[in-house]
């Protein structure tokens, strides 16, 4: 299976990179700069905003049999049962935090009119940990917040890595937005 990994020189990419290599996927790096991948093959390319970005990827992609997996943002996972209430509707969402997950959710939003591409939105846990440890166990869950069997919502970037890898090898969950917390 052939795969791009845009943005691979980021914490995530590089350990998404790294996992679909391990499994024998034939993966080009995209990257701004140098490759600092284990991908051979190297596209470099500057991607400036995520949302038009992630538009112009869609455009490209739409009406074809080739899927988008998107490193979504935890911000825009729900809280309650009815979908009204975000995480970064919270009063202890950082601040700093907010016009980031704004922009996520935005771009979720507007994934969510694209019936023409084959796109999954993979949000993380709460607690996304660039240097936690790989446990190689996850729990998938959909729109809402899901925590563990310790009450908590968390997961390192390696196991994410892990999950990312899954979806994109068994393409289960087209057009939708799952999310990932460490078991």
């Not at 024998?24 to 596209?43: F, H, M, P, Y």
């Amino acid at each position: 299976m052939k795969i791009a990994v845009v943005c691979a020189n980021g914490k995530a990419g590089k350990l998404i990179v790294k996992e679909a290599v391990e499994r024998g996927l034939d993966v080009t790096a995209v990257v701004r700069g140098e490759n600092q991948s284990v991908a051979t093959k190297v596209i470099q390319k500057d991607l400036p905003q995520h949302s038009t970005s992630l538009k112009h990827l869609c455009d490209i992609l739409s009406g074809t049999d080739i899927r988008l997996c998107i490193v979504g943002g935890a911000g825009s996972l729900y809280v309650n049962p009815e979908h009204t209430l975000c995480v970064a509707d919270g009063t202890d969402f950082p601040d700093i935090f907010k016009p980031l997950a704004s922009a996520m959710a935005k771009a979720l939003k507007e994934l969510r009119k694209r019936y023409d591409v084959k796109w999954t939105y993979v949000s993380p846990a709460g607690d996304f940990q660039a240097e936690g440890e790989r446990t190689g166990a996850y729990i998938l869950g959909g729109e809402e917040l899901t925590l563990n069997e310790k009450g908590e919502s968390v997961i390192s970037y390696a196991d994410y890595a892990i999950a990312m890898v899954d979806e994109i090898v068994s393409g289960n969950h087209l057009q939708e937005r799952i999310s990932v917390v460490q078991k």
